[in-house]
């Protein structure tokens, strides 16, 4: 069954507006349209993610203004920059904090895999610590860029099976 | 007074205690013996007023004896004069004088000369780490550490590993014939 919305057939103006549709597709669309991000700004891939919030790429248009700076409060986790071994176990302790259903965009070569910096000193990309679900690649990535990563966040929500897959104990237990 | 007179004024005021003068286009070096560091430098703060320590920073000459040399910076605001000092320092004593009561600013790079060469700064106010994290078991700017790093486990602090480098650190060959030759290349390859 896929989790897309579908409009039933209807005359709306004797019922009102009502929708049916999966439990999955309704909660993935609330759940993609409203992210609230966990900034991880650590470097230079900050500035273009403070870029994409303000006025002319505008990410608040995805529902991501409301730039959460407590993890407790954020959606996903936006990685943007590099990541030192110095920093790499706090980034790993805000993560922990994070509530289900969390995400984590590696924005930047830096996250994604160390970037230019083969070191002593910096973590070879933050998958080493936590699961990433969108890479994104630049140094810094445009705003566009880093736009594209959160609409590819948001397909993969959109096809996540999110209720059958964290309420399986239950809907196991309404079963019998 | 220009950087070379100011150099031999000091070589004057403290006998014994200027090892070398270097001049290059311009700027003036100083070597001084560990003894005189500190006479000097209050000397230099004081009377020559130079007031801005610019940088310090160290050198390993690995292989050379004595292996280190740590560099001072020093300008003048108001005579706009430069002057760079000197001081070797050998792997048997890794131990100099601080001139942070001298230059506050001298404080933060002294402690990251400790962390990145392991030299010690006698009488210094708070020498910790300051770029790696304390407990951290190398210091990575030595010749003999490798660029991609060593592994390193502090539970709940801190952990290392050695970066992937892949051919190596692919930076432009030094002391090659033409700029062809000099490019940067995975090294080992033809």
Not at chain 1, 56 to 69: Q, T
Not at chain 1, 118 to 138: K, T, W
Not at chain 2, 127 to 139: A, D, Q, S, V
């Amino acid at each position: 069954m896929s989790t897309e919305l579908t409009h039933a057939a209807y005359d709306s103006k004797i019922e009102g507006n009502i929708i049916f549709t999966q439990l999955d597709a309704a909660m993935n669309w609330m759940r993609k349209n409203s992210l609230w991000p966990m900034p991880m700004g650590l470097a230079c891939c900050a500035i273009e993610l403070m870029a994409t919030a303000s006025s002319r790429f505008d990410i608040a248009r995805f529902g991501a203004e409301v730039m959460r700076f407590s993890p407790r409060q954020a959606d996903v986790m936006i990685v943007a920059g590099t990541v030192t071994y110095k920093m790499a176990l706090a980034v790993k302790r805000i993560w922990d904090q994070m509530p289900e259903p969390k995400w984590c965009i590696a924005m930047g070569a830096c996250a994604s895999s160390g970037g230019m910096y083969r070191s002593y000193a910096v973590l070879q990309g933050i998958d080493h610590l936590i699961p990433v679900d969108v890479y994104i690649s630049g140094c810094p990535p445009r705003p566009e860029a880093l736009i594209e990563g959160f609409m590819r966040l948001q397909r993969k929500i959109q096809g996540e099976q999110s209720f059958l897959a964290q309420k399986k104990e239950l809907i196991d237990a309404l079963a019998e | 007074m220009t950087a070379a007179e100011t150099a031999l004024a000091l070589q004057e005021k403290f006998p014994g205690a200027v090892l070398s003068i270097t001049e290059f286009r311009g700027e003036s070096s100083l070597m001084l013996t560990m003894a005189s560091l500190i006479p000097v430098m209050t000397y230099c703060q004081g009377e020559l007023a130079f007031d801005l320590l610019i940088d310090i920073s160290s050198v390993d000459n690995m292989g050379g004896d004595p292996r280190y040399v740590v560099v001072y910076e020093l300008y003048s605001l108001t005579t706009k004069n430069h002057l760079r000092i000197k001081v070797s320092v050998s792997e048997d004593d890794l131990n100099v004088p601080t001139v942070s009561q001298l230059w506050p600013t001298a404080d933060w790079h002294e402690r990251e000369i400790y962390d990145m060469m392991g030299i010690r700064f006698t009488g210094h106010p708070d020498l910790r780490r300051i770029l790696m994290w304390e407990g951290y078991p190398y210091h990575p700017l030595r010749k003999d550490f490798p660029m991609g790093g060593l592994p390193s486990d502090m539970p709940d602090v801190a952990f290392s590993e050695t970066a992937p480098l892949a051919g190596g650190p692919f930076v432009t060959s030094s002391g090659a014939m033409d700029r062809v030759s000099a490019e940067p290349r995975a090294k080992g390859e033809k």
